[in-house]
């Protein structure tokens, strides 16, 4: 079984930076897209941004230009570097792993997810 763990949240003043973390476990085997997802509270988990396994990567509009995603295939690991925080990007955010184990079977997993509190 996948299995993904999240690091890097916190408390951060506005304008500030935090970098995210998320591994996957050894089982993952081939991995595809590697994403990041968050949810403030009252609303509903919205992509922030995602990278495929040919570094392809897509964003959400509100991130675009402060936030970069990155991976690392060797230790299986995505990365979310958020720079120029503002309120609205507090949240909870999770991870989420698209692939396929050993044998083929497809898998798609979520972290436990972090969160990102940006203050005024």
């Known amino acids: 079984q996948v299995q993904l763990v999240e690091s890097g949240g916190g408390l951060v003043q506005a304008g500030g930076s935090l970098r995210l973390s998320c591994a996957a476990s050894?089982?993952?085997?081939?991995?595809?897209?590697m994403g990041w997802y968050r949810q403030a509270p009252g609303k509903q988990r919205e992509l922030v941004a995602s990278?495929?396994?040919?570094?392809?990567?897509n964003y959400a509009d509100s991130v675009k230009g402060r936030f970069t995603v990155s991976r690392d295939n060797a230790k299986n690991t995505v990365y979310l570097q958020m720079n120029s925080l503002k309120l609205e990007d507090t949240g909870v955010y999770y991870c989420?792993?698209?692939?396929?184990?050993?044998?083929?079977?497809?898998?798609?997993?979520w972290g436990q997810g972090t969160q990102v509190t940006v203050l005024s």
């Open positions: 050894a089982g993952a085997f081939r991995i595809y897209v």
């Open positions: 990278i495929t396994t040919d570094f392809s990567t």
């Open positions: 989420n792993v698209q692939g396929a184990i050993w044998g083929g079977r497809p898998y798609d997993v």
